[in-house]
């Protein structure tokens, strides 16, 4: 065997597995396969005036590369159980919680230091959601921003450039058995690569290919869900009370019409809503920097609803992909609208949008939400805004700008024992791309653990 342990995928599941093998064991030899470039070559073209829009890149650097999909996010990194993936019912609460405090214990000493955590510990919040009818998950959130994200992650490339074999713009094709049997060999398209143990950590964007792989070698997997939605867009001032004391709320509301729930995600005070590119389709995002010059007036927050089909649809992504493809088609990208113009049934116009006291931080197209999103859905997200003004008045005014559609596409979950592997012995699959992790620090954590396992046995 060339290597001890191949990496396939350098996102912070990949990331942090590598970080725990070289401080467990020194000794070693590791490979970090990664579809994308290396974080210094990562950048986007798209710059608004020559590049307009997405022009399709082989790598999309904002997917991949060194860093995965949160090296440009607002790196929000959850300590909790309660949402960010179902990583406990593996490795049980306490363990899941402490790997995820220890994650963060070193991305504050590789640049990290000074940033915020906030908590929702003792806060006075919690009653007013329920005396509302709404439910604040119980989370500490340590909030690094755009900015010192990316600082993080280049401390920790630096750290594993000189103990560990990276191979960027490589990305894995397949997975065999060696052919003695102990160990795996992963094919790429210039050459090929051996290693006793093997850890896939391909996230979102190595959703196909793991699914592919999971067909190739037999490991079976389940649907998972879809969450369907828009982000919100308001002045900073409607939620200051909870973002300056919480950073992040996840707050859930049961739609009494449908009993659906509804909840909200990535909160980003005085941020700015942006585009994301999946496979092409345009939806929307937020994120906001920790440096107070690059803040703007406005917070967002995405309020999403939840799809599981499984019978006999089963194929929960490719809703919520029809769903965006349709805005796509209407709005030629993501589509603004007033709340205020959503509940008198109209679109809205650039006119409107101009003459609103809130300023739109994302150049979108004024339309009509209500042809794009289900009624079920679009009913749900109208109800919890209302519910949402009882605690930050202000939620429902006519100026509220919605932007869609916003869609959380998850892999479908693998199947892995308690140990993250796989029934092939030596194989693990972890991360995003695993379905068992949605999030930063759960993804991080889930990396550190088989590291660990990988570690005591090697
Ligand atoms: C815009 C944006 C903002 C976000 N903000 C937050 C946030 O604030 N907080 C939070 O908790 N989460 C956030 N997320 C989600 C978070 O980024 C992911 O949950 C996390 O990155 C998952 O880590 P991962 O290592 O499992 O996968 P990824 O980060 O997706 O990394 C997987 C890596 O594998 C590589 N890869 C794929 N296929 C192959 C292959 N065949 N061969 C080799 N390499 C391959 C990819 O190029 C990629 O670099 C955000 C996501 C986005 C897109």
Not at 246 to 263: A, C, F, N, P, W
Not at 346 to 372: C, H, M, W, Y
Not at 435 to 446: D, E, M, P, Q, V
Request: include cysteine; hydrophobic fraction near 35%; aromatic fraction near 8%.
């Amino acid at each position: 065997m060339e290597y001890d342990v191949i990496i396939i995928g350098a996102g912070p599941g990949g990331i942090f597995s590598a970080y725990e093998l070289t401080k467990k064991r020194p000794e070693l030899k590791i490979a970090v396969l990664e579809a994308g470039h290396g974080l210094d070559k990562r950048r986007c073209p798209i710059d608004g005036e020559k590049v307009p829009s997405c022009i399709k890149c082989r790598s999309c650097s904002i997917m991949s590369g060194f860093g995965g999909a949160g090296a440009f996010s607002d790196g929000k990194y959850n300590i909790t159980n309660d949402f960010g993936g179902t990583l406990y019912k593996y490795i049980g609460k306490k363990q899941a919680l402490e790997l995820m405090c220890y994650v963060d214990e070193i991305n504050m000493s590789h640049g990290g230091q000074g940033t915020r955590l906030y908590t929702t510990a003792g806060t006075k919040f919690k009653k007013l959601c329920m005396q509302n009818d709404l439910h604040l998950l119980d989370a500490s959130v340590r909030h690094l921003g755009t900015d010192v994200n990316y600082v993080v992650l280049k401390e920790l490339y630096d750290y594993l450039k000189d103990r560990v074999d990276f191979f960027f713009d490589t990305p894995a094709e397949s997975v065999l058995r060696s052919r003695d049997g102990d160990g795996y060999e992963v094919r790429c398209r210039e050459a090929a690569y051996t290693g006793r143990y093997c850890i896939i950590s391909v996230g979102r964007s190595g959703s196909k290919w793991m699914e592919k792989v999971c067909g190739e070698m037999g490991i079976r997997t389940k649907s998972n869900r879809v969450d369907i939605g828009v982000r919100v867009e308001l002045p900073a001032e409607i939620f200051s009370h909870l973002t300056d004391e919480l950073y992040e709320s996840k707050i859930v509301y049961r739609t009494q019409k449908y009993g659906d729930l509804v909840r909200t995600f990535c909160m980003n005070p005085k941020g700015a809503v942006v585009n994301e590119n999946t496979n092409g389709i345009v939806t929307v995002n937020g994120h906001s920097y920790e440096d107070p010059e690059k803040h703007t007036e406005n917070t967002n927050f995405a309020l999403l609803v939840a799809k599981h089909f499984s019978e006999p649809f089963k194929d929960s992504n490719g809703y919520g992909e029809s769903i965006a493809r349709l805005s796509n088609m209407l709005g030629g990208g993501v589509i603004v609208q007033r709340f205020g113009d959503l509940i008198r049934g109209q679109r809205s116009t650039g006119k409107r949008i101009e003459e609103s006291f809130t300023a739109p931080t994302l150049n979108a197209t004024p339309g009509d939400l209500s042809l794009v999103l289900p009624k079920r859905l679009l009913d749900g997200i109208i109800e919890m805004i209302y519910a949402l003004d009882k605690i930050a008045p202000g939620t429902a005014n006519d100026d509220t700008l919605l932007y869609g559609v916003e869609v959380k596409f998850y892999n479908m979950e693998v199947e892995v024992d308690e140990h993250l592997q796989t029934e092939h012995d030596g194989l693990y699959i972890i991360g995003d791309g695993s379905g068992i992790t949605h999030s930063l620090s759960h993804a991080s954590a889930s990396g550190v653990y088989v590291a660990r396992q990988i570690g005591e046995r090697a």
